[in-house]
């Protein structure tokens, strides 16, 4: 029987922290050998496409433990570990970053859907209303401030040096650009709406703010090729990627309708499915983790 756990206990996650990046052969998924469930990580285990996904897998025959986190940082680490055997809530060049910061080797073993980044607002209903000078917010995190930072470009509301890239900072705005832009966690820029003219907000936290995906007053299009880093993915140590067990999750998640029509729903519509090849998949996080490192030198 699956189960969801809401939260690791602190000191777990304390330890997990502490001992990212050495996890050894021995903490390899042993397929057949174990009676444990397998434990997969993700954030919103609450969204009712995973009670979908844990009847699926049951159905397969697979005992599965769904732990619940809600900080994106941590996942990683406890994968790294073994406190988890697989996790899913992030894209390859978040994956990329984690690898080439924390001197890891998770690999990608199936992609879900790419989700567009979009800029939202509940104060104005264009880009073009916001006025110069306004503050707009953008995650803090290494990965998605860039690309929110893109976003804006995009927009029309900064202008970021030499065009802008996968690592963008707050620091390469162009002087004379439209709007002032302030970092937060992820997690609070949903919430900063009622004060900032507009935000770059995941998916994940707009039911907070009662918005859906639509509502973006400008968003990244997430069918163009170049958008493959995107893609979000399941993760395994690079151990486990031929592990049979763990690859039939990803064919179960990619198979069953239900699933991905919660999602869909789950999305407000704006997630662009994918059956990316798993070595398309480390191929492109191959090459994303080359040009992180380049720009890192």
Not at 107 to 113: E, F, M, S
Not at 232 to 245: G, H, I, L, P, Y
């Amino acid at each position: 029987m699956a189960r969801f756990t809401r939260a690791l206990a602190p000191l777990v996650i304390l330890g997990a922290l502490a001992t990212a990046g050495c996890a050894g052969g021995d903490d390899s998924v042993a397929e057949g050998t174990s009676d444990d469930p397998i434990k997969l990580g993700v954030v919103g285990a609450s969204d009712p496409y995973w009670a979908l996904y844990e009847t699926a897998v049951e159905d397969a025959g697979i005992d599965l433990e769904i732990v619940d986190f809600s900080d994106y940082a941590l996942l990683n680490p406890a994968l790294s570990d073994g406190e988890l055997d697989i996790n899913q809530f992030q894209h390859i060049q978040y994956l990329a970053d984690y690898n080439v910061h924390n001197d890891d080797d998770l690999q990608p073993i199936g992609a879900t859907a790419i989700y567009p980044l979009g800029l939202y607002s509940t104060q104005y209903d264009s880009v073009d209303a916001i006025p110069d000078g306004a503050t707009v917010v953008v995650p803090n995190d290494t990965v998605n401030q860039a690309r929110g930072l893109l976003v804006l470009q995009s927009a029309g509301l900064i202008s970021l040096k030499d065009g802008g890239n996968a690592t963008s900072t707050l620091q390469d705005i162009e002087d004379g650009s439209r709007v002032e832009v302030q970092a937060l966690q992820a997690d609070l820029t949903v919430t900063s709406l009622s004060d900032a003219a507009a935000a770059i907000v995941n998916n994940d936290f707009l039911d907070s703010a009662g918005l859906e995906g639509g509502d973006a007053l400008f968003a990244d299009d997430p069918s163009d090729p170049s958008a493959l880093p995107y893609v979000n993915v399941f993760a395994v140590r690079s151990a486990d990627v031929d592990n049979e067990t763990l690859n039939q999750l990803v064919d179960i998640y990619q198979s069953t309708q239900d699933v991905l029509d919660a999602v869909q729903e789950q999305s407000g519509g704006t997630a662009v499915f994918s059956t990316t090849p798993r070595e398309d998949l480390q191929a492109s996080l191959e090459e994303t983790e080359k040009a992180i490192s380049e720009l890192d030198k």
